[in-house]
């Protein structure tokens, strides 16, 4: 029988949990696929995406640090992926080109409301960071109903960037990190920073929060716990990581490449027993 071929594009890549989430929606439906990690540089990514797709490559997932240029190789995007600017999504299309999709706003919104039960209506929120993470969320947190969102960058250009791309003043706003000490608390924190991954401690008050704030890490499992470990502190009621967005954004490119739609709850109770901060 006809196997498809699929992978995922980091750098570094060996621990990603890609493999084993898409192939447990693969057994869900009987299908026969292969599924693998690719290592690539960013000097050779480009080279390596041709090399996949021209040998029957289907379908590619896009990690660290290749979103963007995974989004500049497409010749065509979808409206999330255009918005955005990233791609963590590429699928071969009937005439060898390819199409770029990010799928991580709706994933990351689907954990929080439907797996985690928040209501994000009407809710201020706290972006911490706007690299491509950060930058994958926000359209999807409005598009959800908060009522306001606030990022904070190390780097205030980015979030500068962000806040303008995005166009709605009133409502979307950047201040420094030296202001996180005076600038209140909020509903919902999320952090999009990459500090955990890095292994840094970010430095922040409490002041951010109140009994009844709630906290999100885009990272997962050790990467995500010193974050958590601060919400926890700083009283927040609930503070989760980023293991069911993971899932959740496996879950559309698995919908994007096979026109099925997988179940992540058995997906997310058997990694969560492993992976969880
Ligand atoms: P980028 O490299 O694009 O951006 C990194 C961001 O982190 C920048 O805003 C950077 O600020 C900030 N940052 C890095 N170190 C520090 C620090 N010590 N203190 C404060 N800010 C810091 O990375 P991504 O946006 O692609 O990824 C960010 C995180 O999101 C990663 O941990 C990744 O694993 C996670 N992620 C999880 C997903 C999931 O499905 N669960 C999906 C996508 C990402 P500056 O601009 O100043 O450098």
Redesign the pocket.
């Known amino acids: 029988t006809d196997v498809s071929r699929f992978t995922v594009f980091g750098h570094p890549i060996s621990h990603s949990l890609s493999p084993e989430i898409q192939q447990a929606f693969a057994r869900q439906f009987g299908i026969n696929l292969e599924y693998t990690t690719t290592d690539a540089s960013p000097e050779a990514f480009p080279g390596a995406v041709a090399e996949f797709f021209n040998h029957g490559g289907r379908g590619a997932n896009v990690?660290?640090?290749h979103?963007r240029r995974a989004w500049e190789l497409a010749s065509t995007h979808s409206e999330q992926a255009r918005r955005v600017g990233?791609a963590?999504v590429l699928t071969a299309l009937a005439d060898g080109s390819l199409a770029a999709h990010n799928t991580?706003g709706d994933?990351?919104v689907r954990d929080l409301t439907e797996r985690h039960g928040l209501d994000l209506r009407d809710q201020t929120v706290l972006l911490?960071?706007?690299?491509?993470?950060?930058?994958?969320v926000a359209w999807n947190l409005l598009d959800a109903g908060i009522a306001s969102l606030t990022v904070v960058?190390?780097?205030p250009?980015?979030?500068d960037q962000l806040v303008d791309d995005i166009g709605e003043p009133g409502q979307v706003h950047s201040r420094y990190?030296a202001d996180l000490d005076s600038i209140g608390s909020y509903d919902l924190i999320v952090?999009?920073?990459?500090?955990?991954?890095?292994g840094?401690?970010?430095d922040l008050p409490f002041s951010l929060t109140t009994g009844r704030s709630q906290a999100y890490?885009?990272?997962?499992g050790a990467?995500?716990a010193g974050f958590l470990a601060w919400a926890r502190a700083a009283g927040c009621s609930h503070a989760w990581?980023?293991?069911?967005?993971?899932?959740?954004?496996?879950a559309d490119a698995f919908e994007l490449w096979h026109g099925q739609r997988p179940d992540t709850d058995p997906v997310y109770a058997e990694l969560v027993k492993r992976y969880a901060a």
């Open positions: 990690t660290l640090p979103k990233t963590n991580d994933g990351f911490l960071g706007a690299g491509g993470a950060a930058r994958g960058n190390r780097s250009a980015a979030a990190w952090n999009a920073t990459s500090s955990g991954v890095l840094q401690a970010m890490d885009l990272s997962y990467a995500a990581d980023g293991l069911g967005m993971l899932i959740e954004t496996a």
